[in-house]
């Protein structure tokens, strides 16, 4: 059973446009990461969420935690090429990291 | 910056080998994982310590056992490496707490 289901699993869009993703769960996290990996490498962290309702910018990207620490998106703003990339959320609980599938992001130039 | 070096970018193998998958992380990170991750089954843990010499199974650890004799280094062994474990492994590190974990770039190990 998946802990963390991420929709969509693969996202194209046209530079400039902007996008969302999501990452579901029934279960309550302490935290929740968002990570990006490129092909060739390994997870980088982008950002941690841990208040319930809190948002977090980085640059174009904006995170949101749900009021109830169980879900999260991922907003985009005026994609570039240099967002693709496999997003990754990660909810932390007992020291371990439970991963959804990813959202593969392909942003077209 | 937390450096996770895993020894190998890419590895061939046979089946029936035993495989060493290696791990060395530089800053003094008390948890290290393995994972594996595959098309559309996204990350799993096979296995995690929490300090030297002691490991958990994760969710996949049929065919894999580890080993941490120091606390820097953690290994990943396939006992006798079968077609099916096919797949790209990660490591990680994190100090204990919900803290990020910091991850190699991976060893995409092929069994033929």
């Known amino acids: 059973t998946q802990l963390l289901e991420q929709s969509p699993q693969f996202l194209s869009i046209q530079e400039g446009e902007n996008l969302t993703v999501y990452c579901n769960s029934s279960?309550?996290?302490?935290?929740l990461q968002w990570y990006r990996q490129e092909p060739g490498e390994g997870p980088v962290l982008l950002v941690t969420?841990?208040?319930?309702?809190e948002v977090k910018k980085l640059k174009r990207l904006t995170f949101q935690f749900g009021d109830a620490r169980k879900d999260s998106s991922l907003h985009i703003t005026a994609a570039q090429p240099g967002d693709t990339g496999l997003y990754l959320c990660?909810?932390?609980?007992?020291?371990?990291?439970?991963f959804g599938k990813g959202n593969q992001v392909v942003v077209i130039p | 910056d937390v450096k996770v070096t895993q020894s190998s970018r890419y590895l061939v193998k046979r089946t029936g080998e035993k495989v060493f998958l290696e791990c060395v992380q530089d800053?003094?990170?008390?948890?290290m994982f393995w994972y594996r991750q595959d098309p559309g089954l996204g990350l799993r843990l096979i296995y995690f310590?929490?300090?030297?010499?002691?490991?958990e199974k994760g969710d996949i650890p049929e065919g894999y056992s580890v080993s941490r004799e120091k606390k820097e280094r953690f290994s990943l062994i396939l006992e006798s490496a079968s077609t099916n474990q096919t797949s790209m492994y990660l490591c990680?590190?994190?100090?204990?707490?919900?803290?990020?974990?910091?991850f190699g770039d991976g060893t995409r190990l092929s069994i033929l």
């Open positions: 800053m003094d990170h008390e948890n």
């Open positions: 310590s929490y300090d030297v010499k002691m490991k």
């Open positions: 969420v841990v208040t319930g309702g």
């Open positions: 990660a909810g932390a609980k007992d020291n371990r990291l439970a």
């Open positions: 990680a590190s994190v100090s204990p707490g919900d803290q990020p974990q910091h």
């Open positions: 279960s309550v996290f302490s935290s």
